[in-house]
């Protein structure tokens, strides 16, 4: 690989070698994986997670934060919630359903202490200017509340290194003293990084009674957040990182503007896949036809038709006389009903076992598609080529969803219907 192509992954809070990178196998062995853990009996674990792996993985035991000092870390009972937080004594009760395993996950006995230590912190910005450790394209951290304090130990790599972020936030200050999502999401929005994605948990006040659960408290969740490309001047080796990181995470426009972004040219060097398939997908993207589906605007051309769209009907949808018999027939339909009872029930279920029938009909199609190439656009057999399922299901969706509104005939989309590769 060509020095400096390599995609860097940091992952701070890995315990048992966790990213928060998705794994997509023809592309890991252009990834170098950092993984920090603060409880150091757990690097042996996650080493061992990777070494079946094509990427490089290296494994730290340092306790990552804003500064170089001396905290107190919790090890808790369950040490994936440890921190350099206490418990917050409040959410005792708070509980979930453990990913139907058939037992609760209950804060009161998961996030108690175990064992208080004192523990030496570095800065991300240290640790990448002083060791032989690249600054991370991408860096997720899960640390229980600490988060925050992370990022601001990590200035430098932000300003100069950082394209994408996923990080763990709360709206709950299940940990005392923590910063909450708003605070993380203000500090990344000043350094040019937008909100592009969350992924919420919710948790339960308290174990209630059987049969009366409703839904749980919104506490915590993972946001992910892109770097703005207009923000990268002239640098056209992070353009195509931050193309890549963006259609990773199906975020295709911001991928679009990137290769719009001035400075930005190919580079599709032999040996580093994910380079080769960003200067691909940029050439298959320029091969499709500008959208077509009609604009607000186009369709109420006026602000008094725009306004007007939320009036009520002037005068009645029906004239009396058929409201009339509608009603009628309806209460003699009602009068019956005790007689279409079953039978009603029946036609519910065989609805539901209709729609059943055309969903799974539908990802029968997705699959034979993905499987034989047959009626895709160049940029869906590119991701079919590359194994990228997630981003083939979203973008082939949503140019079926978007063919059935064209206002007018576009160009013709130009589709791949034999299983050759595009060059």
């Known amino acids: 690989m060509s020095a400096g192509h390599e995609l860097v992954v940091h992952h701070i809070g890995g315990r048992s ?35 079946a792996s094509k990427s490089k993985t290296i494994v730290l035991p340092y306790c990552i934060l804003d500064d170089a000092k001396k905290v107190n870390f919790h090890l808790n009972y369950d040490p994936c919630t440890s921190s350099v937080y206490p418990f917050n004594e ?33 800065t991300l910005d240290d640790i990448t200017a002083t060791e032989k450790i690249p600054a991370p394209d991408f860096l997720s951290v899960d640390t229980q509340g600490s988060e925050l ?33 708003g605070e993380v999401c203000q500090h990344l929005a000043a350094l040019g990084f937008d909100l592009v994605d969350f992924r919420s948990n919710e948790r339960y006040p308290l174990r209630g009674k059987f049969g009366f659960r409703g839904r749980g408290v919104l506490t915590d969740g993972e946001a ?15 353009l195509n990182k931050l193309a890549f990181l963006a ?40 091969a499709l036809p500008q959208r077509h589906v009609r604009s607000f605007a186009q369709v109420f051309p006026t602000y008094a038709a725009s306004a007007k769209r939320f009036a009520p009907p002037s005068k009645p949808l029906l004239p009396n006389s058929f409201r009339s018999s509608i009603i009628q027939s309806l209460r003699r339909v009602a009068a019956a009903r005790w007689v279409f009872h079953t039978l009603g029930d029946a036609r ?6 209709a729609a059943t029938g055309r969903e799974i009909r539908k990802e029968l199609n997705l699959w034979c598609r993905w499987q034989t190439g047959i009626g895709l656009s160049p940029v869906e057999r590119l991701f079919a080529e590359f194994g990228m399922h997630a981003q083939f299901k979203i973008c082939l969706k949503n140019r079926l969803i978007d063919s ?20």
């Open 90 to 122: 409040r959410y005792a009760d708070y509980y979930y359903p453990y990913k139907n395993a058939g037992f609760d996950y209950l804060f009161s006995e998961t996030v108690r202490a175990e064992k208080v230590f004192a523990i030496e912190t570095r």
């Open 348 to 353: 519910r279920g065989l609805k539901s076992l």
């Open 149 to 181: 304090n992370i990022l601001k130990g990590a200035s430098r790599c932000l300003k100069d290194d950082i394209l994408a972020l996923a990080v763990e936030v709360e709206f709950h200050p299940i940990y005392l003293g923590q910063p909450l999502f």
């Open 17 to 51: 070698g966790s990213r928060d990178f998705p794994v997509l196998d023809k592309f890991e062995k252009d990834i170098l994986n950092v993984l920090y853990d603060a409880d150091s009996s757990c690097v042996a674990e996650a080493e061992s997670a990777w070494q």
């Open 247 to 286: 259609t990773v995470f199906s975020r295709f426009e911001i991928a679009q503007l990137c290769f719009a972004q001035p400075g930005y040219k190919p580079l599709p060097t032999a040996d580093t896949n994910y380079l080769r398939f960003t200067a691909r997908l940029r050439h298959a993207v320029e």
């Open 404 to 423: 059935q509104h064209q206002n007018a005939v576009p160009e013709a989309v130009p589709l791949v219907r034999t299983g050759v590769s595009l060059n």
């Open 224 to 238: 992910v957040f892109l770097r703005n490309p207009a923000s990268i001047k002239g640098d056209a080796l992070r």
